[in-house]
């Protein structure tokens, strides 16, 4: 037959599953792609205003339109806290140059952690510039900011804080929680922060 | 030994689709879907909800879609390893005094079973580059040996299959050419991949076609070279229907779709051009380059056939 001669029935048959092949990867790629859409709307940064270390003011009005990603810390912590600070500047040396994207560390030992405390660890992080600023307020603004503003709880602080980073968006809310000590996590962390970069405010 | 061919024969389809698979999890960024090896997130079976993780576990880690995307890839392995795995006990069974089935048949078998326990370093390190690179180039040596072992015990079973055929002369000598292109433009392919994995490291938040476009001398050398494999490719496949007398089917097949895939290599070498490097054109190109190294690699292989039975 001469169908046959000009082109293959072997041939046709492995054309014909490629292609079914490419729309069994079409469906799948997809799935996986909305699979990671749903990035949920947790809740809304209530407004507040800390003093931040280095002098000023920090707070609701200074997120907006940045990413960022809050932790709560104290310096004097040997246990989760210079894990989520190794985690901190790596985020802070992969960010450089990118002034919307900010971390903000809270102190929940604010007796301890006075400003000048706070600003030589930043130093001590090599922090040198605002893209990664260190917080401090009363006791009592804290729990609150951490139970109600974030739902992170904050019993027996200092010992107690959460040690878990929160995502925000430009718009104050929050999108995302990520453990600290574990790679898997903090990958998924840089992904989205990747995604909330591009998603228009 | 009929029962041999067919699983040596199923054996190299069941490895393409492993391949096609692996390349899904690549594209769909599902490589992490379980976080842990062989199990996933602690279970045999997959959670089906985050309600099923254990309470150690952060249930943001999880994502259904991904984690079973990963898991599927891992059973489709398996079983492939387990097709692979008979299929090397019929060959020592059926083919021992045949070393040119039995050294590549076992080759396999030892292969496949580095292929599974090296998809556990792939997760735990968490997709290194070049831990990733050696997977995907240890599955292409996987396929070609299970081509090379199904095609000879085809030659066992059929030893007329390239008696009446001509080819034109040094035909194997081209055929080699491409196949060593091919073979070296994957490699290098790997290394583009791995460079964009790195630049994607140094620029966190650009867009993929601008990591694209930063990747710099490896990205010439890829075009350069897929410009001179498309050549090849073309070269031998024209060769092989303008130039045969009476080929085996093998081989006409063979070359009209090296031409099919040459066109689709410069449609998707084009596309990349203009779009940068959406998934599933990422999978396609992957496995249309899988299917060219074997492809030509069987050609070469008839060729070779039919060199020995003429002398």
């Keep these: ?34 699979s990671r859409e749903a990035l949920p709307v947790y809740g809304r940064v209530p407004d507040f205003a800390f003093a931040e270390c280095r002098g000023g003011n920090f707070g609701l009005k200074d997120m907006l339109g940045n990413v960022c990603v809050v932790d709560f810390i104290f310096t004097r912590c040997q246990g989760p806290c210079p894990i989520m600070a190794e985690k901190f500047r790596d985020l802070y040396q992969s960010y450089r140059g990118i002034g919307d994207v900010k971390l903000v560390s809270m102190t929940v030992d604010p007796g301890y952690d006075t400003p000048q405390v706070l600003h030589q660890y930043a130093s001590d992080q090599g922090v040198t510039d605002d893209r990664w600023v260190f917080l401090h307020a009363p006791m009592d603004d804290v729990v609150r900011l951490s139970e109600q503003g974030f739902m992170l709880p904050a019993d027996e602080l200092p010992m107690g804080h959460s040690t878990r980073f929160v995502l925000v968006d430009r718009r104050g809310q929050i999108r995302g929680y990520y453990c600290s000590d574990d790679d898997n996590c903090f990958g998924a962390l840089k992904a989205q922060i990747r995604r909330l970069y591009h998603e228009a405010s | 030994m009929r029962i041999t061919y067919r699983f040596a024969w199923i054996s190299t389809i069941a490895t393409y689709l492993v391949i096609f698979t692996g390349g899904l999890v690549r594209v769909s960024g599902a490589g992490l879907g379980c976080p842990d090896w062989p199990k996933c997130f602690g ?33 489709c392995g398996l079983a492939l390893g387990i097709l692979i795995a008979i299929t090397a006990v019929l060959v020592i069974i059926n083919f021992a005094r045949r070393v040119r089935i039995l050294v590549p048949s076992i080759v396999a078998g030892l292969i496949v079973a580095f292929l599974g326990w090296q998809g556990g370093e792939v997760v735990t390190s968490e997709l290194d580059p070049t831990i990733v690179s050696v997977h995907a180039l240890l599955s292409l040596v996987l396929v070609s040996l299970m081509i090379f072992v199904t095609q000879q015990i085809h030659y066992v079973l059929y030893p007329d299959a390239e008696k009446g055929s001509i080819y034109p002369a040094r035909i194997r000598y081209w055929l080699s050419l491409a196949w060593g292109l091919s073979l070296a433009q994957v490699l290098v392919g790997t290394q583009v991949r791995g460079t964009i994995e790195i630049i994607s490291r140094i620029m966190p938040l650009a867009d993929d076609r601008v990591w694209l476009s930063n990747t710099g001398s490896v990205l010439y050398l890829h075009t350069i070279l897929g410009i001179m494999v498309i050549a090849a490719g073309v070269f031998v496949g024209i060769a092989v229907i303008l130039r045969s007398t009476n080929p085996s089917s093998l081989m006409r097949e063979g070359a009209w779709a090296i031409l099919l895939l040459m066109f689709l290599d410069i449609v998707l070498g084009f596309g990349f051009l203009l779009t940068g490097v959406p998934a599933l054109m990422e999978i396609l190109h992957l496995w249309v380059s899988s299917f060219v190294v074997g492809l030509i690699l069987m050609m070469r292989t008839a060729a070779m056939q039919k060199e020995r039975i003429a002398s």
């Design chain 2, 43 to 75: 279970r045999w079976i997959p959670p089906l909800s985050s309600s099923q993780l254990a309470p150690s576990i952060d249930p943001s880690q999880f994502n259904f879609t991904l984690a079973w995307i990963e898991y599927a890839n891992r059973l």
């Design chain 1, 1 to 34: 037959m001469s169908v046959q001669r000009n082109f293959p029935r072997g041939l046709f048959i492995a054309v014909t599953s490629a292609l079914a092949l490419m729309v069994i990867a079409a469906i799948v790629v997809e799935q996986a792609e909305s």
